[in-house]
Structure formats: C-alpha cells, structure tokens
C-alpha cells in the first residue's frame, strides 16, 4: 500500500473525512498515467463521494455514484493497492440495496434507515 492509499484510508475509517479523500486521490489519479491505478484512485474518489452523498441524505446522488464507479471495482481483484476490493464491492452493493426509496432523506438521518459508513479493509487487517 503507497502512503497516499494509506492516508485516504485513515481518513476514509478514522476521521470519516470523505472530503479530504476526494481531495488525496483525485489528485493522484489527475496524475496517475498507469492503469488500472488511475481508474482505481477515481472509483475511490467516487466511493468516499457516495458516503459523504450518504450523510447528506442524497440518496439519488449515492445511487449515481454507485453506478460510476462499481464497474472499475468489479474488474479489479480481490486484494488492490492493500484494500481488500471484494469486501468493499460486498459491501457497498449491500449499503446500495439498504438505501430508502426516496431521492432524498433528512440530512444525518442515514443510520435511522439502518444504513451506516463503510468501513475499508486492509490486507494487513485480513492477516
């Protein structure tokens, strides 16, 4: 895992700051040549997007974002840049099938629908 990944996914899981990795990786894959690491730091932009759509209540949006993206994680292996890919796919496409109906629900009220954050494994957490 480079330290980039390493500082998107301690914001990702400990300070939840989906801004601050939007930040981190859309610049990386800006200048990233190499695939599929450029298309991966984007489908990651778009993940931590999603959470952030997520807390405010854009359901519509995470929907999108979701479909922008889920793609590239699909082709990508199980194991990625130390991320463990099948477990995020697992897990988004369930955060994705728990969503409310509705285009938009009350902002911070995602947990009361019985939704919550992702949280990102490491292939040093799966050892």
Same mark, same amino acid.
């Given at each position: 895992?480079?330290?980039?990944?390493? &500082?998107? =996914?301690?914001?990702?899981? &400990?300070?939840?700051?989906?801004? &601050?990795?939007?930040?981190?990786? &859309?610049?990386?894959?800006?200048?990233? !040549?190499?695939?599929?690491?450029?298309?991966? @730091?984007?489908?990651? $932009?778009? =993940?931590?997007? !999603?959470?952030?759509?997520?807390?405010?209540? @854009?359901?519509?949006?995470?929907?999108?974002?979701?479909?922008?993206?889920?793609? $590239?994680?699909?082709?990508?292996?199980?194991? @990625?840049?130390?991320?463990?890919?099948?477990?995020?796919?697992?897990?988004?496409? !369930?955060?994705?099938?728990?969503?409310?109906?509705?285009? @938009?629900?009350? !902002?911070?009220?995602?947990?009361?629908?019985?939704?919550?954050?992702? $949280?990102?494994?490491? $292939?040093?957490?799966?050892?």
């Amino acid at each position: 895992m480079n330290e980039i990944t390493k &500082e998107y =996914v301690r914001h990702f899981n &400990e300070t939840r700051d989906f801004f &601050e990795c939007h930040e981190l990786f &859309e610049e990386a894959w800006k200048a990233e !040549a190499q695939e599929p690491l450029k298309s991966f @730091y984007k489908a990651m $932009v778009q =993940v931590a997007t !999603a959470q952030f759509k997520l807390n405010q209540g @854009y359901m519509n949006g995470f929907r999108k974002l979701y479909g922008f993206c889920f793609g $590239v994680l699909a082709a990508l292996p199980p194991q @990625y840049q130390g991320i463990d890919v099948a477990k995020l796919r697992d897990e988004f496409t !369930a955060q994705l099938n728990r969503l409310p109906e509705e285009a @938009y629900i009350e !902002a911070g009220t995602f947990r009361e629908h019985g939704l919550d954050y992702l $949280v990102l494994s490491t $292939v040093e957490d799966a050892e």
